[in-house]
């Protein structure tokens, strides 16, 4: 399961709610314990991650603003008890050229 952060809201076109069961699996545990990891960080704010998890392995894919941000992220995901390995996916946004 892929977990994007942050999280989508209930206005947001694609939200879907939950279904009312709790996550399926260690993987999805560790997700959602990277998740939380990432929303307690305010330096990844303007930022679009998407976090997937696959035999403790936290994947991080998607779009920050600067290499502080991607190399923030990563650390967070290395915080979370039980994550194997970090496979740090996350591109820097490059400035527009006028």
Do not use: C, K
């Not at 999280?7 to 076109?13: A, R, T």
């Not at 314990?33 to 392995?57: C, F, K, T, W, Y």
Request: hydrophobic residues 40%.
């Amino acid at each position: 399961m892929i977990f994007p952060y942050p999280p989508p809201m209930p206005g947001d076109p694609w939200f879907r709610r939950p279904s009312g069961r709790g996550p399926s699996s260690h993987d999805d545990l560790l997700a959602l314990a990277v998740m939380d990891e990432l929303s307690a960080d305010p330096h990844l704010a303007g930022g679009e991650i998407l976090v997937e998890v696959q035999n403790r392995v936290v994947i991080l894919d998607g779009v920050v603003p600067s290499a502080h941000t991607r190399q923030v992220a990563g650390d967070a995901a290395w915080r979370v008890e039980g994550v194997f390995d970090v496979a740090n996916r996350i591109s820097v946004e490059s400035p527009r050229r006028r």
